[in-house]
């Protein structure tokens, strides 16, 4: 058997610590993709490992039809942490699925059809949010998808006003597009798009799962903009590095969400883990630390790149570097010279999402390599392929 999907990078890596990890070789790698923002705290975190392992020992799954302690903590931690009043849950597994959750609910509870989604926006991979994820090359195999869904340019409160009428379930968005390039919303935008569905009874969806949990410098990125939207799906770095999504919903989504479920929902692990990274989060004021970090990262990301840049743009720790190459290529120079790891954001976007945790340090290494590879101080290397993820 050969497992296939995705194409395997030249490194294998055998475990991980804080913002490292090691290959099999024992060449430490510097994470500064918190490989796809999963691990907030750092690969391996000890109170993460603790509560997964510990709970693992005593009951590793039961149905979610039972009530078990751990998933009772993690909906009291988070019902004290989501946005607005959000006082609902639904427990996944994955930031496609508590989407998918959030579009079915937004149906039931508006009793109307049409979504409204960005361009550039990227909600996940199963039929019904890949109908609301923009990208042409991962829609048009599967098609046909949902056909009632608008996309309208992200940033563009008068075309989303156009857009959102009387037959539209939701409008989803991110409050800075991820997958997309790194494009932030506005205060403005994010407002106007709070208004709008307002006013047609719209659901005003969130999608944080790459924004939230401290990312931006926040809990979660609707913060900045004093907006709470009626559902916000979190996923990613929710239980530090294992699988889980949450779709959090105001009373009115919640009540009229229509029957929902899924075997693993809120599985007694998971929960343990989630509950255990949050509390991490809330007592070491993790999003203030991101923040500050983020503002040290984008001043010496300025000051060293200049013009070898064309911009460079984000919130917190969710930076964007537009390169004026292929990112591909620059993110292998730096994995193969530099021991850096990032991620892309397209074609000519450098995507950095590195564990809230991180010092200094860490910053500075990063910045000189960056620099190293953008001002061609490197070798020249041969042989690029077109790798993806
Ligand atoms: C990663 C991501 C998803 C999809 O999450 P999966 O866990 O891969 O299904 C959805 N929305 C955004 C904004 C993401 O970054």
Not at 148 to 169: I, N, Q, R, S
Not at 208 to 222: C, F, K, M, Y
Not at 228 to 238: E, I, Y
Request: proline share 5%; hydrophobic share 35%; with cysteine.
């Amino acid at each position: 058997m050969t497992s296939f999907v995705y194409s395997q990078k030249p490194i294998r890596i055998e475990r991980g610590e804080g913002p490292y990890l090691y290959g099999e070789d024992g060449t430490e790698y510097l994470d500064f993709g918190a490989s796809y923002a999963c691990v907030p705290l750092g690969h391996s975190h000890p109170a993460v490992t603790a509560a997964a392992t510990d709970q693992l020992e005593r009951l590793t799954y039961v149905q979610g039809s039972y009530p078990v302690a751990a998933r009772d903590a993690l909906t009291e931690g988070l019902s004290g942490l989501a946005p607005g009043d959000a006082e609902y849950v639904w427990l996944c597994n994955s930031g496609t699925e508590a989407n998918e959750a959030a579009l079915k609910f937004a149906r039931s509870a508006t009793g109307s059809t049409k979504f409204v989604a960005t361009m550039q926006g990227f909600h996940g991979r199963t039929m019904g949010t890949l109908s609301t994820t923009w990208k042409k090359k991962y829609r048009e195999p599967f098609e046909p998808l949902i056909e009632d869904v608008e996309f309208v340019p992200y940033g563009d409160a008068e075309a989303l006003d156009e857009a959102v009428d009387e037959d539209t379930a939701g409008f989803i968005v991110e409050p800075i597009q991820g997958e997309g390039g790194i494009n932030p919303g506005t205060k403005k935008y994010l407002r106007a798009a709070r208004e709008i569905t307002d006013e047609a009874g719209a659901a005003l969806i969130a999608d944080e799962v790459q924004t939230g949990l401290g990312r931006t410098g926040t809990l979660w990125a609707t913060e900045h903009a004093g907006v709470t939207p009626d559902v916000t799906t979190s996923a990613k770095g929710l239980a530090n590095g294992l699988p889980i999504g949450a779709t959090m919903c105001k009373e009115w989504i919640a009540e009229g969400a229509g029957p929902h479920g899924s075997t693993f929902s809120g599985g007694p692990v998971v929960c343990a883990a989630a509950d255990a990274t949050l509390s991490v989060l809330e007592d070491e004021d993790v999003p203030a630390h991101a923040a500050e970090t983020g503002e040290y990262l984008t001043s010496e990301l300025d000051a060293a790149l200049g013009d070898a840049v064309r911009e460079i743009r984000g919130t917190g720790l969710m930076t964007g570097i537009e390169v004026k190459r292929g990112s591909n290529r620059v993110l292998r120079d730096l994995a193969i010279d530099h021991s850096v790891l990032a991620l892309p954001a397209g074609r000519t976007v450098l995507r950095l999402l590195p564990p809230l945790t991180i010092e200094q340090e860490h910053v500075d290494r990063v910045v000189e390599a960056i620099s190293a590879t953008l001002t061609g101080e490197t070798a020249e290397t041969a042989g690029t392929t077109e790798a993806t993820r």
